[in-house]
């Protein structure tokens, strides 16, 4: 088998199985249930994955869109979907290039969706694009550490745990990536997650389109 089936069965067959163990740590549900639950009306996951979250949106969700560019990790969420809540959606497509009209979502939700996505300030725009008037981005990232020493590793580490980690960047700013978006952040919590400070400097908090848009 060559190099490049070799990383193509591993993105497609192995890379989803991993990232669903990873995210299902006890330590991470803390921040789903800060993020989600207030979620209301017309709702966009941006990284759906394996269907995490699905359980914990509330009743002011009216409906709720899943978007995911990894066909694997879509038939996993699949599998999570219950009877209940609202009617659910799945998409299989590039956060850069979202499915929906201008102005059709009143939530979007990124729970550690940002620091895979090749260009996140053009999806930034995108959700933007997408989210009505008075709508809101929630989310919880983890991403670049304000202590140098942590910093300078998370820079060492990013080019080899991208390869590993299906393009996850461990030294994002989130924050500014935001801006960069035209979001104008209205919450913010930054701190460490247990666990080795590279991986876990978490960005949680919620944004709205920038009043100039």
């Not at 199985?17 to 921040?31: A, Y």
């Not at 002011?60 to 699949?78: I, K, Q, T």
């Not at 989310?139 to 998370?154: D, I, N, T």
Request: aromatic fraction near 6%; charged fraction near 25%.
């Amino acid at each position: 088998m060559t190099t490049g089936r070799v990383a193509a069965f591993y993105e497609r067959r192995i890379l989803p199985v991993l990232l669903d163990r990873v995210m299902r740590q006890q330590l991470l549900e803390p921040f789903r249930r800060e993020v989600v639950p207030p979620a209301r009306g017309r709702v966009l996951e941006v990284g759906v994955g394996s269907g995490l979250n699905l359980p914990l949106y509330g009743r002011a969700v009216e409906a709720l869109l899943g978007l995911d560019p990894s066909p694997r990790l879509l038939s996993m969420a699949r599998r999570r979907v219950t009877r209940d809540g609202a009617p659910l959606r799945l998409l299989q497509a590039s956060a850069t290039d979202i499915p929906l009209a201008d102005g059709t979502v009143d939530t979007v939700i990124l729970t550690w969706t940002l620091c895979s996505i090749p260009n996140p300030v053009a999806a930034l725009r995108e959700m933007q694009r997408v989210l009505a008037p008075g709508g809101a981005l929630r989310f919880v990232e983890h991403g670049l550490s304000p202590l140098p020493r942590v910093r300078s590793w998370q820079r060492r580490l990013t080019p080899i745990w991208r390869r590993l980690a299906g393009g996850c960047h461990l030294d994002r700013k989130v924050d500014d990536l935001l801006r960069e978006g035209d979001f104008e952040i209205s919450e913010l919590r930054t701190e460490y997650a247990p666990g080795p400070r590279p991986l876990t400097y978490m960005y949680t908090g919620c944004a709205r389109p920038s009043a100039a848009r």
